[in-house]
């Protein structure tokens, strides 16, 4: 299994950025999706996760700004970002809980990162 993370780069505040991130190999189910951020020198914390169903969680500092999404067909999760601040910079990881089998249970993959940079 491998996720590819797209979507990064450097954007002026106030502007807008979309990530993507696509799971491929064997899969057999997916369940949460989700994007952590890490800024240089902390912890990596949860920006958002999407269910299965749609449900959708955001950190405080994100609502209202970011949208997760999904596409099931394509098991692939989205992240937009809009009216971004210097903030809000940082390495944007993907994770996955997904299942290879019936019987492999649910485990977590994680994309390999994309630098998103808020600058003037």
């Known amino acids: 299994v491998q996720l590819q993370a797209f979507g990064g780069g450097l954007v002026q505040p106030g502007g807008s950025l979309r990530l993507s991130c696509a799971a491929s190999g064997s899969i057999f189910s997916i369940s949460t999706m989700s994007w952590y951020h890490q800024a240089p020198g902390k912890q990596r914390e949860l920006v958002a996760s999407?269910?299965?169903?749609?449900?959708?969680n955001y950190a405080s500092s994100v609502k209202g700004r970011f949208t997760i999404s999904r596409d099931n067909a394509k098991n692939t999760v989205y992240l937009q970002m809009s009216n971004l601040k210097p903030e809000d910079t940082a390495v944007y990881y993907c994770?996955?809980?997904?299942?290879?089998?019936?019987?492999?249970?649910?485990?977590?993959?994680w994309g390999q990162g994309t630098q998103v940079t808020v600058s003037s």
């Open positions: 999407i269910t299965s169903g749609g449900g959708t």
């Open positions: 994770n996955v809980k997904l299942g290879t089998s019936l019987i492999a249970g649910l485990h977590d993959y």
